[in-house]
């Protein structure tokens, strides 16, 4: 893989990137060199909790969540629940 840019970190060694998808891989890059917050959208059909997970296990530092108020309780609660443990020490 070729050297990616990540514009705007280098001024202020901060990012949020789309990880709607996915891409705990580039999250990992990115947190090597700033730090990064993952934006993820609520209505996703993957697994939310273990690819919020993965994010943050690959160097997220925070998760931003979109749609977050169109999301069905159940899945409110389950993306509140994950937020606890992750918030655990």
């Known amino acids: 893989m070729g050297h ?20 705990p ?12 917050h993952a934006y993820v959208t609520a209505l996703s ?3 939310l909790p273990a ?6 296990a690959a160097g997220a530092t925070g998760i931003n969540l979109y749609h977050l108020g169109l999301a069905s309780e159940t899945a409110w609660r389950t993306l509140h629940a ?7 020490p």
Do not use: M
Not at 4 to 23: D, I, Y
Not at 25 to 36: G, N
């Open 45 to 47: 059909d993957l697994d």
């Open 51 to 56: 690819h919020v997970r993965a994010l943050v």
């Open 82 to 88: 994950t937020a606890e443990t992750l918030e655990q």
């Open 4 to 23: 990616r840019s990540f514009p705007g970190h280098a001024a202020t060694g901060r990012l949020l990137l789309n990880a709607w998808a996915g891409l």
């Open 25 to 36: 891989a580039t999250v990992a890059e990115a947190a090597a060199t700033a730090t990064v």
